[in-house]
């Protein structure tokens, strides 16, 4: 006779029928794992663009550093050339001044050579300034006079002025020593320039 047991064949059937079932406490853990990763992975994004925008403001940063450098070497030598320009420009100046300065002493011994008239000489000839003093010696009061009026007479001199006249007796004959002073002129000077606002016509 045979004998056939049906308790063993259901129980083996009713554990494979438990095996394929999800509990609620496991879907809980899928669920916390699928959340969990999706944060990581957020994060992750998240660090890697502040990582990149804080390389790209490093780089940015560098760079305007680098260029503000540039530009500061650029403006020392621009600062450099404005001071040896203006310095160039004050010699440049000088120098206009001194080849002005020599032809007038030069033009004022010519007409103080041309001013002398027959029998007077210079002794000795002092300079202050625009001012000569000049003391000479003639033969007569005559000789000072004419020569004061020639050199009143050059475009080179304005005021003459006679300071001191002596006559003086000596086995030769009459001697007059004279002092005078006058004031020298340049006539190929330019005019000064006319101060600004004046001749000009009225705004209206």
Request: hydrophobic fraction near 40%; proline fraction near 5%; aromatic fraction near 6%.
């Amino acid at each position: 006779m045979i004998r056939i047991n049906l308790l063993a064949v259901d129980r083996g059937a009713g554990k494979k029928k438990t095996g394929g079932v999800v509990t609620s406490a496991q879907r809980v853990t899928i669920g916390a794992a699928l959340i969990l990763m999706s944060t990581l992975v957020g994060v992750g994004w998240w660090y890697w663009s502040l990582y990149t925008q804080s390389t790209q403001l490093d780089t940015e940063i560098a760079s305007a550093e680098t260029e503000a450098n540039q530009l500061r070497s650029v403006l020392a030598q621009v600062q450099k050339f404005e001071t040896r320009k203006a310095v160039l420009q004050q010699r440049v100046t000088l120098i206009e001044q001194l080849r002005r300065g020599q032809t007038a002493p030069v033009h004022v011994l010519d007409e103080l050579s041309r001013a002398l008239p027959d029998r007077l000489w210079l002794v000795s000839m002092g300079q202050q300034g625009a001012n000569f003093t000049i003391d000479g010696r003639t033969t007569s009061l005559t000789g000072v006079s004419d020569f004061v009026a020639n050199l009143q007479a050059s475009p080179w001199f304005g005021v003459v002025e006679l300071l001191d006249s002596q006559l003086d007796q000596t086995p030769t004959g009459d001697m007059v020593r004279f002092t005078l002073r006058a004031t020298t002129e340049n006539p190929e000077a330019p005019p000064p320039a006319a101060p600004a606002g004046r001749g000009a016509p009225p705004a209206r």
